[in-house]
Structure formats: C-alpha cells, structure tokens
C-alpha cells in the first residue's frame, strides 16, 4: 500500500494568516482526499483533488478558504486561509491504495489563536 | 502504539443476507467512528461511539461498542448493492493527538 508524508504534524497559527499543508506520496495516484476532523466530531470530507483538474469541493467548503493544489500524481497541498479559531482541527489527506483499500496521511493538528 | 484491527478483510454475501464486520482495539477506545468508502469516492461517516455497551442505528447498519470499549461490532441487515464499499473504524489513539484506523473491510453484495 502507498506511504504517505503529511507535514506538519501540528502548528499553532494567529487568526487571519494561512497555513499550507502538504502531502507526498511514494507512489503515483489518482485521487487524493482532504479530511478535517474537528475536535468531538467525526471526519469531514473536505474536497477531492485529482491531477490536472480542479480539485472537488463538498459542500460548506470552497476554493477560496480550502484552496487545493494538485502539482501531479504523488503531491497535494491544502491551504487554510484567513484562519480562524473555527479552523482548528486535525487535517488529513488519504489516497486510495487500490488492493489495500486506502491510506491516510498522519494528520496536521492545527490550532487558531 | 494502539492499534485497531477489522475482521474480515474481505467480504462477500449475497443480496438480502445479513453481515458483522468487527474492529478490535488493542487499548481502550475513547470515541470509535465507522466510515464507509465507496470506490473511488472519499469517506463518509456512519456512527461514533463512545460509552461502553452503546448501540446505534442507521438505515440498516447497527454499531455496538462493548462494554469494555475495545471492541465494536457494525452488522447490516438485508443488505443490498449499494451496502458495497470499504468500511472503516477509526480512533482517536490515547494522549498521542493521532488518529488510527483500522484495517478495513471490503464489501461486496452479489444482486
């Protein structure tokens, strides 16, 4: 199944700046998926971003605070942007690992202050 | 580390049978979450729970967390193609700020 590097693990960030979160995979795929999981609640889809398209956004989340880069088959960022208190929460990514089912990055705590 | 493991890995049954996928944890859970993926889509939540003996429904999926909390249970009942997909339990992994998974089980239902 694919490895995959999310970074950074954490972060503590004032409101109204931007944190870029990355994920690198060893292993060239299709689909990435962005997660975020705030505190008490369950995982969220986020968006789904493939290569060379514009990623897909789930509803409540758009471009303009979740922008997501898709550079080619082993990479992804997600930018949360004009932070807030609200943002805080644990971000994943996740790629489908065919036979093996899926494969999740380690997650980013970020928390707004 | 805390590990959680899904049994089985793979399933197949026939539309209208009944099913129990089972997520072992190898420490006490403190809030376990069922996810299902359908191919080539993202996660999608199910159930979270968290007190020992709690049961929940949806539809015709029913999670259980046993009383020990390290253990739950996800059956569905009469199940039909679109109960196809990967189902996943996941946890907060205790005082490490990291989330686990489990192994996955993979469903498919024969019409």
């Known amino acids: 199944s694919a490895v995959i590097s999310q970074k950074p693990s954490r972060d503590i960030c004032q409101r109204g700046t931007s944190l870029t979160i990355q994920c690198q995979v060893d292993?060239?795929?299709?689909?990435m998926f962005w997660y975020r999981q705030q505190p008490g609640q369950s995982l969220t889809l986020i968006a789904t971003?493939?290569?060379?398209?514009?990623?897909?956004?789930e509803s409540g989340f758009v471009i303009d605070k979740f922008p997501i880069s898709r550079p080619n088959l082993t990479f992804s960022t997600l930018t949360v942007s004009n932070m807030s208190p609200e943002d805080s929460s644990i971000y994943l990514c996740s790629v489908e690992g065919g036979s093996s089912g899926y494969t999740f990055g380690s997650g980013t705590r970020l928390t707004v202050v | 580390s805390q590990e959680l493991e899904q049994s089985p890995q793979s399933l197949i049954v026939q539309e209208g049978k009944n099913l129990t996928i089972n997520c072992t944890s190898s420490?006490?859970?403190?809030?376990l979450y069922w996810y299902k993926q359908k191919y080539g889509e993202g996660l999608i939540f199910l159930m979270m729970?968290?007190?020992?003996?709690e049961e929940k429904s949806h539809e015709k999926i029913t999670a259980k967390l046993d009383e020990k909390k390290q253990q739950s249970s996800l059956h569905i009942t009469a199940s039909q193609p679109s109960h196809a997909g990967i189902y996943l339990c996941?946890?907060?992994?205790?005082?490490?700020?990291?989330?686990?998974f489990g192994t996955g089980t993979r469903l498919k239902v024969l019409a």
């Open positions: 420490k006490t859970l403190y809030g």
């Open positions: 996941g946890a907060d992994e205790f005082r490490t700020y990291k989330y686990i």
């Open positions: 292993s060239q795929v299709t689909m």
């Open positions: 729970l968290q007190k020992g003996g």
């Open positions: 971003a493939n290569q060379g398209s514009e990623a897909t956004y």
